[in-house]
């Protein structure tokens, strides 16, 4: 008998911190939930950053994910753009392990190889691949598809390191 595994998936983002959950039973997954938080722009840092760690403790407890993976920081052009993400991308890291979770950590790339086949898909493809994947999903956004993404790519990879440990 197979496990079933809950899991959130988060791509992180100071602006729009997409989350999505959902359970992985084998190579099944079925759609839980999904959405975006977004801290006001016009707010301080720190209360941007507390916005989103209240907001994934939040939906944790709502939740009650086993796992969570959360998509590696992509170096941007500017280096104060890359460190302010790396800031939301600690609160992405963080709260769910403050919390007893196990985190997974994937670079974007590798997100897109395990969805839609090819590391420089477009946004269109993973949204298309993760309804797919998942018919009932009912994201409203390329933060929450990007989300549901990396939970799948989670699910796909902890299967593999499954298999590989038990053969």
Avoid at 58 to 81: D, Y
Avoid at 136 to 155: E, G, R, V
Wanted: glycine share 8%; net charge positive.
């Amino acid at each position: 008998m197979l496990n079933i595994v809950r899991i959130m998936g988060i791509d992180p983002g100071l602006r729009r911190t997409g989350w999505g959950i959902i359970e992985a039973e084998g190579n099944r997954l079925r759609f839980i939930a999904c959405g975006v938080l977004t801290p006001a722009v016009d707010q301080e840092l720190s209360l941007r950053l507390v916005h989103l760690h209240e907001g994934l403790m939040r939906l944790i407890a709502e939740h009650h994910p086993t796992e969570a993976a959360v998509e590696e920081t992509f170096v941007n052009a500017g280096a104060r753009s890359t460190l302010l993400l790396g800031q939301a991308r600690g609160i992405a890291v963080m709260t769910p392990a403050s919390m007893g979770l196990p985190v997974g950590e994937y670079s974007a790339n590798l997100v897109k190889k395990s969805v839609v086949g090819t590391g420089h898909a477009e946004k269109k493809q993973i949204e298309l691949m993760v309804k797919t994947l998942m018919p009932a999903a009912n994201f409203k956004s390329a933060d929450a598809a990007d989300a549901l993404a990396i939970a799948i790519c989670h699910a796909h990879h902890r299967q593999h390191r499954k298999l590989a440990k038990s053969a």
